[in-house]
């Protein structure tokens, strides 16, 4: 369907794209309404639909992505500046956010200027400034810088794939994938900002005109983490301008030149200067500054609870000359739980299990880290699970035969392999627990699982963020919930069963964000599982849900006599 906006007449849906022999392309659309024709009230724009993510099987997508692999690898090991206030700013002396290869920790990707209190504060005094012009432009012009930013992310799909692969050591599907979340983000976002920037239904009152609409907070903190580096960056940044809103963008110190990446495009795009003030530097004390500075309006975070909690805090107290009160949108870590259910497929809950558990190496929000199986079923399906884990092939993503790479970096690389010695302790290894060594020392970790794990052992309720699976026993379908609930968190958890009064139970009593039935617990695609936790997962702000945009804004009700 093809969604015809109109500022003063609403949203309709009016004819079928293919009717009306519309570009399949939703961007393509866009390109014929040119940011000089920002006076147009009358946009038109496709429905949202995801985007589809590459075949790698077919060779013309493989050799693609080769070349992207080899083009970006030229471009390794450069220097790059911090943009504050539109302006490429350099900062001399040892003050070098080096990003690493984690498959090659001696690879540098990028050498990133590091920001510190000073500049931190210019970027804060740019984004206000910018602050007063960009809440002025209409809305219906704020979209299209998503809108153009999304084309041409799907024209360089291959390559910013291959700055995930080598910066993270992303696989080739699932950099895929995070590329695909960014480009839906600003698809998504864009639609949503056209929905809520027109006039809000009020209830009629006589003799008044009431009018209710959204305006932007001012000036946010975005803080995201390394394991999207693209999308969660892309969605929380998207989200905050296309609501009016000018941003200080703090990437991780992990993934600084995917950060870049996307800073460039909007650059290139005409983005004003101001709105993304792009400033890598240590969270502890650059962080902390932007948190806690009294021109901060919001902040956006994703990452751990234990960074969202110390945000939590500093945002919370008062500063002097402060006028408001900080908002927070946190989401945090996860203790994710699949439950297998005495009467369920246990092919399809182990094949769900292991793809859950190990994919981008265990390193998602949403990743199967427990897995909560009635004692009916445990052994059949504890050996299905091995045998799947077993085949997993682990090695340099730049290769697309290897499904699992090295985890992020030294320091979790150092902190997972702490969590297995303890697990070793707390349950029985049976399969994996080790480092594996490479000639150039990369960060791998065999695909591990750890069996007749104690509900309330360290490793069933910590967040180890790596490639390990405990496996815990229910005696019944009630102790098994009673398990998958049994942590702070309350992120994602799956329920692999037939019996249909079980599924209405989870729906009501496995307390999570995102809960799924007979499927796996990751993977949740932009508009159609809105995605955020419960409890020490953070706000549940429903990322790519349509509740979030109006996170970054207020809404300001206007009543005339008449
Ligand atoms: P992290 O908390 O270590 O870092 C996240 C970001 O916070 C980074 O940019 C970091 O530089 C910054 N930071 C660190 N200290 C700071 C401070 N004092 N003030 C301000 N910023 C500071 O998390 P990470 O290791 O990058 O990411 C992994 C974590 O993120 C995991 O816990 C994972 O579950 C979580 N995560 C959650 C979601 C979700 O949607 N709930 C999604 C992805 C990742």
């Known amino acids: 369907m093809l969604l015809k906006i109109d500022k003063s007449f609403g949203v309709s849906a009016v004819k079928n794209r293919h009717e009306e022999n519309m570009p399949k392309n939703q961007g393509e659309l866009f390109m014929s309404t040119t940011l000089a024709d920002k006076e147009k009230t009358l946009l038109q724009v496709n429905e949202f639909v995801n985007e589809p993510f590459t075949d790698f099987s077919q060779p013309a997508n493989k050799k693609a992505m080769e070349e992207a692999i080899k083009t970006v690898r ?16 350099k ?3 040892d003050n070098w956010i080096i990003s690493t290869n984690p498959s090659k920790p001696d690879e540098v990707i990028a050498k990133f200027a590091k920001a510190d209190q000073k500049l931190a504060e210019e970027a804060i005094n740019e984004a206000s400034i910018a602050f007063e012009s960009w809440k002025k432009v209409p809305y219906t012009e704020r979209v299209q810088y998503l809108f153009k930013a999304a084309e041409i992310m799907r024209k ?18 699932e950099a895929d994938g995070d590329v695909a979340e960014a480009i839906d983000f600003c698809e998504f976002y864009g639609r949503e900002m056209l929905r809520l920037g027109q006039a809000q239904p009020l209830t009629p009152y006589a003799n008044e005109k009431n009018k209710l609409h959204y305006i932007p907070l001012g000036v946010g903190v975005v803080i995201p983490p390394w394991n999207f580096p693209l999308a969660i960056l892309v969605g929380m940044t ?4 296309v609501a009016g809103n000018t941003i200080v963008l703090k990437p991780s110190s992990d993934t600084p030149a995917i950060a870049y990446q996307f800073v460039k495009i909007m650059q290139e795009i005409g983005l004003p200067k101001g709105v993304i003030n792009f400033l890598p530097g240590p969270g502890a004390s650059v962080g902390d500054y932007l948190v806690s500075h009294p021109k901060t309006r919001y902040i956006a975070f994703t990452g751990s609870k234990e960074v969202g909690l110390r945000i939590n805090e500093m945002a919370a107290k008062t500063q002097p000359k402060q006028i408001w009160i900080k908002r927070l949108i946190a989401e945090m ?3 994710d739980g699949i439950i297998v259910d005495n009467d369920a497929d246990l092919d399809s809950a182990a094949e769900g299990i292991v793809a859950a558990a190990f994919g981008f190496q265990g390193q998602k929000c ?11 079923v445990y ?8 045998e799947k884990a077993k085949k997993l092939v682990v090695g340099d993503p730049q290769d697309n035969n290897n499904f699992m790479g090295p985890v992020a970096s030294k320091s979790a690389y150092e902190s997972i392999l702490k969590y297995i010695e303890t697990g070793k302790k707390e349950g029985h290894l049976l399969l994996g627990g080790n480092a594996i060594k490479t000639n150039a020392n990369g960060y791998f970790i065999e695909p591990t699982i750890i069996a007749d794990v104690d509900p309330k052992a360290k490793i069933s309720l910590e967040e180890i963020f790596g490639p390990v699976l405990s496996i815990i026993k229910a005696k019944d379908w009630q102790h098994a919930l009673e398990i998958a609930n049994n942590t702070e968190f309350g992120l994602t958890g799956a329920v692999y069963t037939k019996n249909r009064s079980h599924l209405d139970q989870a729906s009501n009593d496995f307390h999570v964000g995102n809960l799924y039935l007979n499927r796996k617990c990751t993977g949740a695609l932009v508009g159609v599982h809105p995605f955020g936790g419960f409890n020490m997962s953070g706000t549940d702000s429903k990322a790519g849900g349509k509740d979030y945009l109006l996170l970054f804004t207020q809404a300001k009700t206007v009543s005339e006599k008449v």
């Open 156 to 173: 360089r799909k291959h390559e910013l794939s291959a700055w995930l692969i080598l910066e993270i050591g992303k696989s080739w599907a």
């Open 333 to 335: 870590g996860g203790k």
């Open 379 to 386: 052994d059949k399906t504890v050996e299905k699970i091995v």
């Open 91 to 93: 900062v001399g002396g």
């Open 238 to 241: 998207t989200a905050s301008i």
């Open 74 to 89: 030229l471009s390794l090991g450069k220097e790059y500046p911090l943009v504050i206030g539109g302006k490429d700013v």
């Open 366 to 376: 949403s990743a199967c880290s427990r897995a909560i199986i009635h004692q009916d």
